[in-house]
């Protein structure tokens, strides 16, 4: 099985080939710049292409900002910028864009401030090209769950000096499916009950989610534990913008990375 290692910012193959997160973003750029016109199933003659030849110049343009807006004139959120690329109408729910990772980016969105969100706008071709099948957005949730758990919880718990708990988070098994789900809500729970560390809860929920199938509702909640997490330190924005970019990036190669190849 690939695994990811962002701390690192590598994805290490099973063949031992390791590829940094940047060279991964570029090719999954690339496939959805030029590869992937047609969707699965469907007769070519009948599906727009992506409109990428005259939307790339206006992107470069754009200023992410926060939140809902009602028209494309009031401005973009990333993922109204997704629906924007990808010529749908105007929304941040885009159809072409994967819902556990529209969830996580929605969130991570609102939580950057207006310097660090732009820097989420080199995903939007990647994120234009990632809907899959349930299979895939189950893994995609079950990584949100495990970066809540296992990496965003025991940072804010170390700030708080509940260091045991974070380290019993820490080396938990990574959340793959539905049972090791369940053993990391339980953990994240206790650390809850023992520190009463937003973030922690938050992962809890995360994880919970993940366990029942809700994995839309899994990505969400994992993004306010990222968000918690980073409250707990200042400055904040950076480490968020680094997190919240290395699960994006985990969660697109899930599916994506076979596009791009």
């Known amino acids: 099985m690939d695994t990811v290692c962002p701390k690192a910012g590598l994805r290490v193959y099973e063949n031992g080939e390791t590829v940094p997160q940047t060279d991964m973003l ?15 199933g469907q007769n070519p003659a009948e599906t727009p292409r992506l409109p990428h030849e005259r939307n790339c110049k206006t992107m470069d343009q754009i200023n992410l900002l926060k939140g809902k807006h009602a028209t494309r004139d009031d401005g973009l959120c990333l993922m109204e910028a997704v629906a924007f690329f990808a010529g749908e109408s105007h929304g941040d729910s885009p159809v ?5 990772l529209s969830n996580f980016a929605r969130r991570l969105n609102d939580s950057l401030d207006d310097l660090h969100r732009q820097e989420l706008k080199p995903l939007i071709p990647a994120l234009a090209i990632s809907r899959s099948m349930r299979e895939i957005e189950a893994k995609r949730a079950y990584l949100a769950a495990d970066f809540a758990v296992r990496s965003f919880a025991p940072y804010a718990l170390d700030m708080y000096r509940f260091c045991v708990h974070a380290d019993r988070l820490r080396v938990l098994r990574p959340v793959v499916d539905q ?52 409250k707990s330190h200042n400055p904040s924005q950076d480490w968020l913008l680094s997190e919240g970019l290395s699960l994006l990036h985990a969660m ?10």
Do not use: I, Q, W, Y
């Not at 072409?96 to 556990?100: D, G, I, S, T, Y």
């Not at 789900?181 to 009463?196: L, Q, Y």
């Open 26 to 40: 570029r090719r999954l750029t690339s496939a959805a710049l030029s590869a992937s016109n047609t969707r699965e």
């Open 96 to 100: 072409c864009a994967c819902p556990v």
């Open 179 to 230: 049972a090791t789900a369940e053993v990391a809500r339980k953990e994240a729970h206790a650390a809850t009950a023992a520190s009463g560390a937003t973030a922690a809860g938050f992962a809890a929920a995360s994880s919970a989610f993940a366990a029942t199938g809700d994995f839309a509702s899994a990505a969400a909640t994992a993004a306010f534990a990222a968000t918690a997490a980073a």
């Open 252 to 261: 697109l190669a899930v599916d994506n990375m076979r596009r791009a190849r």
